[in-house]
T-cell receptor, first 114, second 113 residues
Framework: GAVVSQHPSWVICKSGTSVKIECRSL??????MFWYRQFPKQSLMLMAT?????????EQGVEKDKFLINHASLTLSTLTVTSAHPEDSSFYIC??????????FGSGTRLTVV | QKEVEQDPGPLSVPEGAIVSLNCTYS??????FMWYRQYSRKGPELLMY????GNKEDGRFTAQVDKSSKYISLFIRDSQPSDSATYLC?????????????FGKGTSLLVTP
C-alpha cells in the first residue's frame, strides 16, 4: 500500500516551454505532498510543500512563479515547470507521508531541457 | 555546515561482505531517522525507520542510532549484487506529516560478484 504514481518518468522539452509533472496517491489520501529536486550525485533538496486545498509553501530560493504547484484533490498534486531553461534539467521527485511512519516517494521524473 | 553529512563514496565491496554506511548530523532536534535505498533514476524506497537510540534489525539490515554522538549507521550483512544502489540517510525532528525530511547526499554502493 501507500503508492505514489508519478508521471512522466522522463521528459525532454525545448527551452521556454512548460512541463507538468503529476503525482497521484493510488491507495491513500495525501493531504500533503513534498516536491524535491535532485541533481546528479547530490541529495534530494526540498523545493516546496503542497497541501490539499491551500497554497503551496516554497523553500527559500525556489521561484514560486516558475514552479507552479497545485494540489487540487486528496489524490493529485502537480508541479509545472514554466518557461523551462537548461538549468532546470534535473530529477524531480514527489513524496507523501504514510499513515504509519515514513514517507513514500514517486518514481521520479527526469527533465531535460534543450 | 550542512545539517546532514554523508560520505558519497563510491563504496565497492565483494559479495558477502558486511557494509557499513554512516551519517552525521548537527541538529540535535532530529528525532526520527530513516534509511532509503535509491536505484538509478528511481524514487527512494524506505528501508529502515527508527526514532530512538540503539539498534534495529530487519533481515540483513541493521540500523544504529547514537543521539549523543549525532551519528547513525546502516549495516548490511551478506551483501548481494542486488544491494548495489545509492543509500540515503534522512531525518526529521517531527513525525508530523507537515514536516519534510532532511537528506544526506547518499552513498553509492557497488557489490561485486
Amino acid at each position: 500500500g501507500a503508492v505514489v504514481s508519478q508521471h512522466p518518468s522522463w521528459v525532454i522539452c525545448k527551452s521556454g516551454t512548460s512541463v507538468k509533472i503529476e503525482c497521484r496517491s493510488l491507495d491513500f489520501q495525501a493531504t500533503t505532498m513534498f516536491w524535491y529536486r535532485q541533481f546528479p550525485k547530490q541529495s534530494l533538496m526540498l523545493m516546496a510543500t503542497s497541501n490539499e486545498g491551500s497554497k503551496a509553501t516554497y523553500e527559500q530560493g525556489v521561484e514560486k512563479d516558475k514552479f507552479l504547484i497545485n494540489h487540487a484533490s486528496l489524490t493529485l498534486s502537480t508541479l509545472t515547470v514554466t518557461s523551462a531553461h537548461p538549468e532546470d534539467s534535473s530529477f524531480y521527485i514527489c513524496s507523501a507521508p504514510m499513515k504509519t511512519y515514513g514517507y513514500t516517494f514517486g518514481s521520479g521524473t527526469r527533465l531535460t531541457v534543450v | 555546515q550542512k545539517e546532514v553529512e554523508q560520505d558519497p563514496g563510491p563504496l565497492s565491496v565483494p559479495e558477502g561482505a558486511i557494509v557499513s554506511l554512516n551519517c552525521t548530523y548537527s541538529n540535535s532536534a532530529f528525532q526520527y531517522f530513516m534509511w532509503y535505498r535509491q536505484y538509478s533514476r528511481k524514487g527512494p524506497e524506505l528501508l529502515m525507520y527508527t526514532y530512538s537510540s540503539g539498534n534495529k534489525e530487519d533481515g540483513r539490515f541493521t540500523a544504529q542510532v547514537d543521539k549523543s554522538s549525532k551519528y547513525i549507521s546502516l549495516f548490511i550483512r551478506d551483501s548481494q549484487p542486488s544491494d548495489s544502489a545509492t543509500y540515503l540517510c534522512a531525518m526529521s525532528w517531527n513525525s508530523n506529516s507537515g514536516y519534510a525530511l532532511n537528506f544526506g547526499k547518499g552513498t553509492s554502493l557497488l557489490v561485486t560478484p
